[in-house]
């Protein structure tokens, strides 16, 4: 992000655990520049680890700073992945590309990062319900994805 000044986000896939999202600030003048690992760990602390669908958490938009690259001003978002049940769970091939599909959806519909996160979260883990990378892709229509598009 330090070479590329108008980048606004980037997004880092964890599978299973979720996603991180570092997105960028104009706004605020905090100085308080914070260590990104730890906030990372602060997150992890801070995440809903009973919810069973996506949801997320953000630090506050401050200067973040990783050891040895620079600093940021911005905001870190850890988004959770839905927890599957292992009986629905039957091919991952393609989740990563549906999260990826689903977020630049989601950018195109000027979602929010709190929203972006969980929304492309809910389409990878519905394409992990079928076989194939495309069979289980969720239309609009589809009832899971109601929360995210209202």
């Known amino acids: 992000m330090l070479r590329l000044p108008n980048l606004r986000f980037v997004i880092v896939t964890l599978g299973g655990e979720g996603s991180i999202m570092l997105e ?19 997150l992890k602390e801070r995440k809903d680890d009973v919810a069973t669908i996506p949801t ?3 630090s506050s938009v401050s200067q973040l700073k990783a050891k ?5 001003h911005g905001r870190l978002l850890l988004g959770t992945a839905e927890k599957i049940p292992p009986q629905e769970l039957i091919d991952t091939t393609g989740a ?15 979602m929010s990062p ?7 979260a809910q389409v990878a883990a519905a394409n992990c319900r079928a076989l194939g990378a495309r069979t289980s892709l969720p239309y609009l229509t589809d009832p899971r994805l109601v929360p995210f598009l209202s």
Do not use: M, W
């Open 68 to 72: 040895g690259i620079g600093t940021v």
């Open 56 to 58: 997320y958490v953000s």
């Open 24 to 42: 960028r600030s104009t706004e605020g003048n905090s100085q308080e520049e914070v260590d990104v690992d730890n906030l990372l760990e602060i």
């Open 96 to 110: 990563g590309d549906a999260f990826i599909g689903a977020t630049l959806y989601a950018i195109c519909a000027n």
């Open 114 to 120: 709190e929203k972006l996160l969980p929304f492309a």
